[in-house]
T-cell receptor
Framework: GESVGLHLPTLSVQEGDNSIINCAYSNSASDYFIWYKQESGKGPQFIIDIRSNMDKRQGQRVTVLLNKTVKHLSLQIAATQPGDSAVYFCAENTGGFKTIFGAGTRLFVKA | KAGVTQTPRYLIKTRGQQVTLSCSPISGHRSVSWYQQTPGQGLQFLFEYFSETQRNKGNFPGRFSGRQFSNSRSEMNVSTLELGDSALYLC????????????FGNGTRLTVT
Protein backbone atom coordinates (compact mmCIF):
# COMPACT_ATOMS: atom_id res chain seq x y z
CA GLY A 1 0.00 0.00 0.00
CA GLU A 2 0.96 3.63 -0.03
CA SER A 3 3.38 4.77 2.59
CA VAL A 4 5.81 7.51 3.23
CA GLY A 5 8.34 6.64 5.90
CA LEU A 6 11.26 8.18 7.66
CA HIS A 7 14.56 6.40 8.36
CA LEU A 8 15.33 8.17 11.66
CA PRO A 9 12.80 9.18 14.26
CA THR A 10 15.21 11.61 15.99
CA LEU A 11 18.24 13.54 14.86
CA SER A 12 20.58 15.56 17.05
CA VAL A 13 23.05 18.00 15.47
CA GLN A 14 25.43 20.67 16.66
CA GLU A 15 24.55 24.26 15.90
CA GLY A 16 26.25 25.31 12.68
CA ASP A 17 26.44 21.80 11.27
CA ASN A 18 24.43 20.60 8.30
CA SER A 19 21.39 18.38 8.89
CA ILE A 20 20.08 15.66 6.60
CA ILE A 21 16.63 14.18 7.10
CA ASN A 22 15.68 11.20 4.97
CA CYS A 23 12.40 9.81 3.75
CA ALA A 24 11.33 6.78 1.73
CA TYR A 25 8.16 6.53 -0.28
CA SER A 26 6.52 3.55 -1.89
CA ASN A 27 4.09 4.97 -4.44
CA SER A 28 5.98 5.27 -7.71
CA ALA A 29 3.04 7.19 -9.17
CA SER A 30 3.47 10.10 -6.75
CA ASP A 31 4.61 13.18 -8.59
CA TYR A 32 4.72 15.91 -5.98
CA PHE A 33 6.68 15.86 -2.72
CA ILE A 34 6.73 18.35 0.12
CA TRP A 35 8.63 18.95 3.34
CA TYR A 36 6.97 20.50 6.37
CA LYS A 37 8.26 21.74 9.72
CA GLN A 38 6.11 21.58 12.83
CA GLU A 39 6.94 23.48 15.99
CA SER A 40 5.29 22.80 19.30
CA GLY A 41 1.75 24.12 19.48
CA LYS A 42 1.59 24.97 15.79
CA GLY A 43 0.42 23.38 12.59
CA PRO A 44 2.91 22.08 10.02
CA GLN A 45 4.60 24.81 8.02
CA PHE A 46 5.58 24.43 4.37
CA ILE A 47 9.35 24.43 3.80
CA ILE A 48 10.04 23.34 0.25
CA ASP A 49 8.56 21.16 -2.46
CA ILE A 50 9.72 19.29 -5.53
CA ARG A 51 8.03 17.76 -8.51
CA SER A 52 8.94 14.39 -9.94
CA ASN A 53 10.48 15.89 -13.06
CA MET A 54 13.24 17.37 -10.90
CA ASP A 55 15.91 15.75 -8.73
CA LYS A 56 17.05 18.77 -6.74
CA ARG A 57 15.62 22.04 -5.56
CA GLN A 58 17.17 24.69 -3.35
CA GLY A 59 15.65 27.25 -1.06
CA GLN A 60 17.06 29.47 1.63
CA ARG A 61 19.41 27.19 3.62
CA VAL A 62 17.38 24.13 2.56
CA THR A 63 17.78 21.68 -0.31
CA VAL A 64 15.49 18.83 -1.25
CA LEU A 65 16.82 15.87 -3.20
CA LEU A 66 14.62 13.35 -4.97
CA ASN A 67 15.87 9.96 -6.13
CA LYS A 68 13.06 8.29 -8.02
CA THR A 69 15.11 5.19 -8.76
CA VAL A 70 15.18 4.20 -5.08
CA LYS A 71 12.11 6.21 -4.07
CA HIS A 72 14.03 8.37 -1.66
CA LEU A 73 13.61 11.97 -0.58
CA SER A 74 15.90 14.00 1.63
CA LEU A 75 15.95 17.44 3.21
CA GLN A 76 19.26 19.13 3.81
CA ILE A 77 19.48 22.10 6.16
CA ALA A 78 22.66 24.12 5.97
CA ALA A 79 24.22 25.75 9.06
CA THR A 80 21.54 24.41 11.38
CA GLN A 81 20.30 26.91 13.96
CA PRO A 82 18.48 26.46 17.29
CA GLY A 83 15.34 27.77 15.59
CA ASP A 84 15.43 24.76 13.29
CA SER A 85 14.57 22.47 16.20
CA ALA A 86 11.21 20.96 15.31
CA VAL A 87 9.55 17.88 13.84
CA TYR A 88 10.01 17.51 10.10
CA PHE A 89 7.55 15.64 7.89
CA CYS A 90 7.90 14.54 4.33
CA ALA A 91 4.69 14.21 2.36
CA GLU A 92 3.64 13.02 -1.05
CA ASN A 93 0.67 13.78 -3.18
CA THR A 94 -0.75 10.68 -4.72
CA GLY A 95 -2.86 12.48 -7.26
CA GLY A 96 -6.06 11.40 -5.56
CA PHE A 97 -6.82 14.75 -3.96
CA LYS A 98 -4.96 13.87 -0.81
CA THR A 99 -1.51 14.35 0.62
CA ILE A 100 -0.11 11.63 2.84
CA PHE A 101 2.50 12.27 5.50
CA GLY A 102 5.43 10.36 6.87
CA ALA A 103 5.84 9.62 10.56
CA GLY A 104 8.10 12.63 11.19
CA THR A 105 11.65 13.17 12.44
CA ARG A 106 12.42 15.27 15.47
CA LEU A 107 15.45 17.48 15.00
CA PHE A 108 17.37 18.64 18.08
CA VAL A 109 19.93 21.40 17.64
CA LYS A 110 22.57 21.58 20.34
CA ALA A 111 24.02 25.00 21.07
CA LYS B 1 -2.79 37.73 3.63
CA ALA B 2 -4.34 36.07 6.68
CA GLY B 3 -3.48 32.44 7.31
CA VAL B 4 -5.75 29.48 7.94
CA THR B 5 -7.91 30.07 11.01
CA GLN B 6 -9.32 27.25 13.09
CA THR B 7 -11.82 27.59 15.91
CA PRO B 8 -12.03 26.75 18.68
CA ARG B 9 -8.41 26.29 19.73
CA TYR B 10 -9.23 23.90 22.56
CA LEU B 11 -12.27 21.77 23.25
CA ILE B 12 -13.19 19.33 26.00
CA LYS B 13 -16.09 16.97 25.46
CA THR B 14 -17.42 13.82 27.08
CA ARG B 15 -17.96 10.46 25.45
CA GLY B 16 -21.12 10.24 23.40
CA GLN B 17 -21.30 13.95 22.63
CA GLN B 18 -20.79 15.45 19.22
CA VAL B 19 -18.51 18.29 18.16
CA THR B 20 -18.17 20.71 15.26
CA LEU B 21 -14.86 22.28 14.30
CA SER B 22 -14.50 25.24 11.99
CA CYS B 23 -11.87 26.26 9.46
CA SER B 24 -11.45 29.44 7.42
CA PRO B 25 -8.98 28.96 4.56
CA ILE B 26 -6.59 31.47 3.10
CA SER B 27 -8.42 33.86 0.83
CA GLY B 28 -8.51 32.47 -2.71
CA HIS B 29 -7.83 28.89 -1.67
CA ARG B 30 -10.62 26.58 -2.70
CA SER B 31 -9.23 23.25 -1.52
CA VAL B 32 -9.59 22.42 2.17
CA SER B 33 -8.22 19.26 3.77
CA TRP B 34 -8.62 17.93 7.29
CA TYR B 35 -6.14 15.80 9.25
CA GLN B 36 -6.14 14.10 12.61
CA GLN B 37 -2.82 14.18 14.46
CA THR B 38 -2.03 11.87 17.35
CA PRO B 39 1.32 10.82 18.85
CA GLY B 40 0.76 7.21 17.89
CA GLN B 41 -0.65 7.58 14.37
CA GLY B 42 0.90 10.81 13.15
CA LEU B 43 -0.97 12.87 10.59
CA GLN B 44 -3.92 10.93 9.21
CA PHE B 45 -5.95 12.23 6.28
CA LEU B 46 -9.66 12.71 6.99
CA PHE B 47 -11.11 14.32 3.86
CA GLU B 48 -10.64 16.97 1.20
CA TYR B 49 -13.14 19.44 -0.20
CA PHE B 50 -13.08 21.61 -3.27
CA SER B 51 -15.93 23.86 -4.39
CA GLU B 52 -18.25 22.35 -1.78
CA THR B 53 -17.59 18.79 -3.02
CA GLN B 54 -15.83 16.08 -1.06
CA ARG B 55 -13.28 14.64 -3.45
CA ASN B 56 -11.53 12.17 -1.19
CA LYS B 57 -12.02 10.58 2.18
CA GLY B 58 -9.62 8.77 4.48
CA ASN B 59 -10.16 5.59 6.46
CA PHE B 60 -12.26 6.96 9.26
CA PRO B 61 -15.69 5.78 10.45
CA GLY B 62 -18.85 7.50 9.35
CA ARG B 63 -18.95 9.38 12.65
CA PHE B 64 -16.50 11.77 11.03
CA SER B 65 -18.07 14.07 8.48
CA GLY B 66 -17.44 17.43 6.95
CA ARG B 67 -18.73 20.04 4.60
CA GLN B 68 -17.58 23.09 2.73
CA PHE B 69 -19.53 26.26 2.13
CA SER B 70 -19.68 28.47 -0.93
CA ASN B 71 -17.12 30.85 0.61
CA SER B 72 -14.70 27.87 0.99
CA ARG B 73 -15.01 27.83 4.77
CA SER B 74 -15.25 24.29 6.08
CA GLU B 75 -16.53 22.45 9.10
CA MET B 76 -15.98 18.96 10.35
CA ASN B 77 -18.23 17.10 12.72
CA VAL B 78 -17.58 14.12 14.93
CA SER B 79 -20.61 12.40 16.41
CA THR B 80 -20.81 9.96 19.31
CA LEU B 81 -17.35 10.88 20.55
CA GLU B 82 -15.01 8.18 21.80
CA LEU B 83 -11.95 8.50 24.01
CA GLY B 84 -9.78 7.64 21.01
CA ASP B 85 -10.98 10.71 19.17
CA SER B 86 -8.82 12.85 21.42
CA ALA B 87 -6.36 14.46 19.04
CA LEU B 88 -5.21 17.61 17.32
CA TYR B 89 -7.42 18.27 14.30
CA LEU B 90 -5.69 20.23 11.60
CA CYS B 91 -7.20 22.03 8.67
CA UNK B 92 -5.16 22.99 5.61
CA UNK B 93 -5.98 24.97 2.51
CA UNK B 94 -4.30 25.09 -0.86
CA UNK B 95 -4.77 26.64 -4.27
CA UNK B 96 -4.96 23.20 -5.86
CA UNK B 97 -4.46 19.64 -4.72
CA UNK B 98 -1.66 17.87 -6.47
CA UNK B 99 0.88 20.56 -7.20
CA UNK B 100 0.62 23.23 -4.54
CA UNK B 101 1.50 22.94 -0.85
CA UNK B 102 -0.94 22.74 2.01
CA UNK B 103 -1.11 25.68 4.39
CA PHE B 104 -2.12 24.59 7.86
CA GLY B 105 -3.89 26.27 10.71
CA ASN B 106 -2.73 25.71 14.27
CA GLY B 107 -5.41 23.14 14.89
CA THR B 108 -8.13 22.39 17.39
CA ARG B 109 -7.05 20.32 20.36
CA LEU B 110 -9.95 18.01 21.22
CA THR B 111 -9.97 16.13 24.49
CA VAL B 112 -12.65 13.52 25.09
CA THR B 113 -13.20 12.45 28.70
Amino acid sequence: GESVGLHLPTLSVQEGDNSIINCAYSNSASDYFIWYKQESGKGPQFIIDIRSNMDKRQGQRVTVLLNKTVKHLSLQIAATQPGDSAVYFCAENTGGFKTIFGAGTRLFVKA
Amino acid sequence: KAGVTQTPRYLIKTRGQQVTLSCSPISGHRSVSWYQQTPGQGLQFLFEYFSETQRNKGNFPGRFSGRQFSNSRSEMNVSTLELGDSALYLCASSLRQGDSPLHFGNGTRLTVT
